[in-house]
């Protein structure tokens, strides 16, 4: 039978609650003050501790260091205006935190899952265990002291409820960071639902949020689930949340306080059971500023807060990371491309503005366009690739291959050579292709032979 300790300086509050985890199924030891619980603490070593926040002789985040030196789960239990004190515990090293008075369904549902909770202990170590051998934290590639940090948070925050918002630079790997989170979650085995709210129209977001009833609005032939309703069981990653209309973030706000949608026409709330990462690229201080965030809103979303460090600032992980996202190529290819030491140094004193879908890009573009050693040839020019034009032909945007399309424009100066045009538009082809020269020839509408010879000359200017 698993073993709760329960303190708490209320003797009345303390015997009720020793009845409910009683029946759960706990053997349950009680304790009036922190004396007297590191005392029993020692007698019993228990599984979870469920402990009040402030007791008469400290408090309960005192507790949190001796139980995790056993592996035992601390779920502190404050009062509505302490819960930033128990996020600091959080932090510290808490599992989660219940607020008086005690939520019965919530205190089962975290009752049932000390047991989970000790599994996806066991899998945060050997997670640990690969980060020292491999420079990586599942899906997070990085071994650097920036990210250390973060992944200490994210083993922290993972196992609660907490609401997670994720701040950092575009490319940074917010929505990996997000997914990691849930993964590591008891809620891994339900849904993971992105939502990018800067990406849909003000008109369709509110329903892309709570859902419609049939006949709300003039063509909602349907009922529609929201994300949210999508989401039950699981996570809802609410991404660019600082883009959302301002009427919205009202709404967004009651959803998230009261637990319930109500679906646009709707006329009942549905409780939803649903845990929240947030994430954005802008410095949402000064979004609440500039009027376009909520402070409420940023107050209710920031509980426990995430910031991802820019690339420039993870030292080797740029290298790590140039290393992973060849080596995946490479296998998936059956190729054994491998960077020049020239090009290797130019990547590593780059600032990366564009963080880690930047390098992803630039190494999938030097990839496709390398044929063994990938020298400066095969690099963007405002990275220190030799120019192949003089300058006059110039590419807008540097196409991104996470979103590969066609509709990647080259910018051309009245005055430029045909062949130079050509070049650039072959090369440009070939990668928005994914370097398959088959697909190119027949896009650009001209043989294959012809891709072929073009490549060839190119490479021996480029070498003479
Ligand atoms: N530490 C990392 N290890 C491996 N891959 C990563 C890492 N960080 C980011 N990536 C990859 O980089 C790309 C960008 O990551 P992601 O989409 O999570 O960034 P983001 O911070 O959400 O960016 P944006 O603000 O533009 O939405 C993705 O392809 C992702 O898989
Ligand atoms: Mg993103």
Not at 140 to 165: E, F
Not at 205 to 232: C, K, N, Y
Not at 435 to 448: C, M, P
Request: with cysteine; aromatic share 4%.
């Amino acid at each position: 039978m698993p073993r709760a300790l329960l303190v708490d300086d209320d003797p009345a509050s303390l015997g009720a609650l020793a009845e409910l985890i009683q029946l759960e199924g706990f053997a349950t030891t009680t304790a009036t003050t922190l004396a007297e619980a590191q005392a029993r603490f020692e007698e019993i070593t228990p599984d979870v501790i469920l402990t009040d926040l402030v007791l008469p002789d400290g408090t309960g985040i005192d507790l949190i260091d001796s139980a995790l030196s056993v592996g035992a789960l601390v779920v502190l239990i404050t009062g509505h205006a302490s819960v930033e004190t128990a996020v600091e515990a959080l932090r510290r090293g808490a599992n989660d935190y219940l607020t008086k008075p005690v939520d019965l369904a919530r205190l089962k549902t975290i009752l049932a899952n000390v047991s989970r909770t000790r599994e996806l202990q066991a899998q945060i170590g050997s997670l640990r265990g690969e980060l020292r051998k491999l420079g990586r934290f599942g899906p997070l590639v990085g071994a650097s002291p920036a990210m250390g940090t973060v992944y200490d948070l994210i083993t922290r925050v993972a196992p609660t409820d907490a609401t997670v918002c994720i701040v950092g630079e575009s490319g940074t790997g917010k929505e990996v960071v997000a997914q990691a989170i849930h993964e590591l979650s008891r809620r891994r085995k339900g849904p993971f639902v992105p939502v990018n709210c800067g990406a849909v129209s003000p008109t369709l977001i509110e329903s892309t949020l709570f859902g419609h009833d049939r006949g709300s609005f003039t063509g909602a032939e349907r009922m529609h689930r929201g994300v949210f309703e999508q989401a039950s069981e699981g996570t809802l990653f609410l991404d660019e949340f600082t883009e959302m209309p301002i009427e919205l973030q009202v709404k967004l706000l009651r959803v998230l306080e009261t637990g319930t949608v109500t679906r646009v026409g709707g006329e009942k709330g549905i409780d939803i059971d649903v845990r929240v990462i947030a994430a954005t690229n802008r410095v949402p201080e000064q979004a609440v500023q500039e009027g376009k965030l909520r402070g409420d809103l940023w107050y209710r979303l920031n509980v426990f807060p995430i910031c991802l460090p820019p690339l420039r600032e993870r030292g080797g992980d740029i290298d790590v990371l140039l290393e992973h996202f060849l080596g995946e190529l490479n296998a998936g290819q059956g190729t054994q491309k491998r960077w020049s030491a020239a090009v290797r140094m130019a990547l590593r004193r780059y600032g990366w503005p564009g963080n880690v879908r930047e390098l992803k890009n630039v190494v999938h573009r030097a990839y496709i366009l390398a044929e063994e050693e990938i020298g400066g040839e095969c690099l963007p020019n405002d990275l220190g690739g030799r120019s192949l034009t003089n300058g006059t032909v110039a590419r807008v945007p540097l196409p991104m291959m996470d979103g590969a399309e066609m509709g990647t424009t080259l910018m051309v100066r009245v005055g430029t050579s045909v062949a130079d045009v050509e070049q650039q538009l072959i090369l440009a082809t070939l990668e928005a292709c994914s370097g398959n020269k088959q697909k190119t020839a027949e896009v650009l509408g001209v043989s294959l032979k012809t891709i072929y010879n073009r490549l060839n000359a190119y490479r021996e200017t480029r070498a003479a």
